[in-house]
C-alpha cells in the first residue's frame, strides 16, 4: 500500500483553534507523516495510482473537501464527503476531549484513564465512519484513518 507523503490543510475562513486543538493538529499531522498507509483506488477502468500521495484536507460549501495529487503535485482529483455523517461523532469527540483536557488538571490518573478510553471509542468510531465514506475511493488503515479523523475535528471545529 501506498502512502501520505504532504498533508495540507486549508482552513482559511475558519476560527482561530484553541491551544489544544491547535496541539491535535500537530501531533495528528507528525503521526499521519511518520507512518500512515493510504491509496486510491482504480476507478472508471483506469488503474490506481501508485503514490506516494499529497493530500490537501478543506470545507468548501459545507462538505469535506478532500484533495490528492501525486508527490509532484498533479491533481489527481477530489473527494467531496458530506459533513452529516460526521456531525455527532465529531460533536461527541469534542466533548469528551473538553473533559480529558480538564480531567488531567484535576483528577487521579484511573479517572483520567477511563475518560481516555471513551475518547479512544469515539475516536475509533470517527475513524471507521472515514473508512466507511471512502469506500470504493481509497483505502487506508485504522491508524490513518483515526489521524485524518483528528484533522477533520480540527476542520469540523470551525466549520
Partial sequence: MSRIC??????SGLPTPTPEIEQERKVAVF???EDNSFMLLAR?????????????LAIRDRR???????????SLGEVLL????????????????????DAVKRLPPSQIEAIDMARRGIHNEGARILQERLEGKADMDIDTARRLFTLICVLHFGG
Fill in 6 to 11: 504532504q498533508i495540507d490543510i486549508d482552513d
Fill in 31 to 33: 503521526d499521519l507523516l
Fill in 44 to 56: 472508471d477502468g483506469q488503474a490506481a495510482p501508485p503514490g506516494p500521495f499529497a493530500m490537501r
Fill in 64 to 74: 469535506l473537501v478532500i484533495g490528492v495529487c501525486d508527490e509532484a503535485g498533479a
Fill in 82 to 101: 458530506s459533513l452529516g455523517p460526521f456531525r455527532q461523532v465529531v460533536k461527541d469527540y469534542y466533548q469528551i476531549c473538553g473533559s480529558y483536557f
